[in-house]
């Protein structure tokens, strides 16, 4: 149970759990005596007892939630009142590796068109998810049909047998052990598919597809009841861990009201007690992707998924030419007259093409979709500083928690260009060479494929040593900075917006409309004016997104320079590897990589040891494509240049 402080004490209780009320005035000075109990507009729910004046609720049920009233009468005659409320959550089970669940078999319906979702947090890479079978009504030692989905060696095992014998398809990469992850399973009579964090998809065609025949048997959650079960599962051991959802053909399971039965040794997820719900606002077991939602009911002037943004409020001043006005809600905005749009009314309609935006350093940002995968990840940025004091330029990370969650940013710190990552593997930050300069073009190209990340500056390779895990993104991709009430890790430094103009931003190979953006997803975010000398002489600078060209010399000269800080530490803050400031030896090369395309089983017959050479690794991406991820200073389609 979770005991909010508010004006009324909130307890919350999961569906299924003995709850103990305690009355709020017990023990209060000179506050003795007969306690009884009432529900406030209701009865008392039907399984309950009072014991020393503790109201026990057996097997709580949803329409128990309510506020409660407790009375206490002294001998004197006098009567003390309280209340408490009390919040009935999901049943969100957490497995240790010994227990099971069984849900209501798979109707008819069901088995001729399969489409289940499951969303889990392992602790351990092998284990059984979920089985079910249909056996022969005549000989029930005979397993006809089956559907088994498990973790083998980190990676997501899906398999079945729909008619044609037994089949299996295998997800590209291991899922991280303690993170959220979502597997969605399909199967029609043309094809298999197995979906896992909705961007590793295996698809397999099906020959033959016969599901109507014998007896539909009980679905197994997490282990089965008996070791025989177990064993037509393929699966050794039960899971471990806590699966936070479960949809069946577009209907969503509660865990709590819909299981037929379950060991008795499954505990309550504790995802409640990580603090992801932000700004005291209280956090809700729910059998949803994560195993919780945010009531910001309890954490004033907070909105979104996590509580985690302040409302934003204005006045006549903020609004410019527009006017403050009150949403149905109650929360504010600015009512903009015609012709303008915009938080602030700060734009012109009649601004169809913008090609560039400007930040003023203190409250600006732009909001972009949470990104699937970081897997396959890229951020290129045309950008502007006017100024070099610590700013961020683009943050994404796990969840909003800024103590425990792993990130991935680009920044100004101390003058120059930082990247930082972290994930369950450890934290990487990576420095510039050369101080950024105010008032002059940068072009910021950021990738990820795999494990490994590249970033280059105005084309130039900024060396990253080591490979560090991915992490499944929680919250929006921010640019240039971020909204009020969002903090983010210490290790990244002041989260100051950008002051300065973005011309450019393209995600992942789609370039991002600057006007759209503006109307839809940013704040005090306005078109971007030419700064001006010395002199007061307005100073355009041109911006150098297509105007890089590659030198003549195929070979570029090495320099030697003060070039990178690199530190790679441990997630409990050990430092395992720290290199300082040295000299190192600088390629300055343009980006000559480029993947070659490839389908199926021929990418791994492409991707042989020795087609990067000596200095880089083949990598398969998405299975539609390699790419040879070159070494420190080498560089080309096979690392041959230095």
């Known amino acids: 149970m979770q005991r909010i402080k508010e004006s009324i004490p909130v307890i919350i209780g999961a569906v299924g759990d003995e709850i103990e009320l305690h009355c709020p005035a017990t023990g209060a000075p000179g506050v ?86 499951i969303s889990f947090k392992p602790k351990s890479p092998n284990g059984l998810l979920l089985y079910t079978e249909r056996q022969n009504s005549n000989n029930p030692n005979e397993t006809i049909n089956y559907l088994s989905v498990g973790l083998k060696n980190g990676f997501v095992i899906y398999r079945y047998n729909v008619g044609a014998g037994s089949a299996k398809l295998m997800s590209t990469y291991p899922v991280v052990m303690n993170e959220w992850h979502k597997i969605e399973i399909i199967n029609q009579p043309s094809q298999a598919t197995l979906l896992v964090d909705e961007d590793d998809i295996i698809e397999q065609d099906n020959y033959y597809f016969n599901t109507s025949e014998g007896i539909s048997n009980i679905l197994n959650i997490a282990g089965t009841k008996d070791e025989a079960t177990m064993k037509r599962s393929t699966f050794n051991q039960p899971f471990v861990g806590t699966i936070t959802s479960l949809t069946i053909s577009d209907e969503r399971i509660n865990f709590g009201e819909n299981i037929l039965t379950k060991s008795s040794n499954i505990e309550k997820d504790t995802a409640c007690s990580l603090g992801l719900c932000q700004h005291n606002s209280i956090c809700i077991p729910t059998n949803v992707h994560t195993g919780f939602i945010c009531d910001c009911s309890n954490a004033k002037g907070y909105e979104g998924e996590f509580c985690e943004r302040k409302i934003l409020k204005c006045d006549h001043v903020t609004c410019g030419i527009g006017t403050c006005e009150y949403r149905s809600d109650g929360t504010q905005f600015c009512h903009c007259p015609n012709g303008r749009y915009g938080d602030r009314c700060q734009l012109l309609e009649s601004d169809n093409i913008i090609e560039s935006v400007q930040f003023n350093g203190e409250t600006s940002y732009i909001v972009l979709p949470k990104s699937k995968t970081l897997r396959n990840f890229r951020l290129k940025m045309e950008i502007e500083p006017r100024s070099t004091n610590d700013q961020l330029l683009a943050y994404q990370a796990s969840d909003y928690n800024p103590k425990r969650s792993n990130y991935l940013a680009l920044a100004i710190r101390r003058g120059k260009f930082v990247y930082l990552y972290s994930s369950s593997d450890g934290n990487i930050e990576i420095e510039s060479s050369d101080e950024v300069k105010i008032n002059v073009p940068y072009q910021l190209d950021l990738k990820r494929f795999g494990n490994r990340a590249e970033l280059r500056i105005n084309g130039t390779k900024i060396p990253i040593r080591g490979k560090l895990s991915t992490f499944l993104p929680g919250t929006n991709l921010f640019i240039g900075g971020i909204p009020s009430g969002i903090m983010v890790n210490p290790r990244i430094g002041g989260a100051a917006s950008f002051k300065g103009c973005i011309s450019k931003i393209v995600l992942n190979g789609n370039d991002i409309n600057l006007a759209e953006i503006l109307k839809k997803s940013s704040h005090d975010v306005t078109i971007c004016q030419p700064y001006k000398n010395g002199d007061n002489v307005d100073i355009h600078v041109p911006f150098i997104w297509t105007t890089l060209l590659p030198p003549k010399p195929t070979t570029k000269p090495i320099a030697t320079s003060t070039f990178v800080q690199m530190k790679l530490m441990e997630k409990n803050n050990e430092i395992i590897d720290e290199i300082g400031t040295t000299d190192m030896m600088i390629l300055q090369s343009n980006d000559t990589t480029k993947a070659l395309s490839c389908i199926g089983d021929d990418c791994a017959l492409q991707c042989t040891p020795d087609i990067c050479g000596d200095h880089g690794d083949c990598e398969i991406i998405n299975g539609t494509h390699i790419v040879c991820s070159c070494r420190d200073y080498y560089d080309g389609i096979n690392c041959e240049i230095c």
């Open 32 to 117: 003795y005596g007969e306690v009884k109990w009432e529900k406030v507009n209701d009865e008392l729910p039907y399984a309950y007892s009072i014991r020393q004046g503790i109201l026990h609720l057996n097997d709580v049920k949803r329409t128990d939630e309510g506020v409660y009233r407790c009375i206490i009468r002294t001998d004197s005659g006098l009567a003390t009142v309280t209340h408490v409320h009390l919040k009935v959550s999901d049943f969100v089970p957490l497995f240790g590796g010994n227990g099971y669940m069984e849900l209501k078999p798979l109707t008819d319906e069901q088995w001729n068109d399969i489409n289940m979702k």
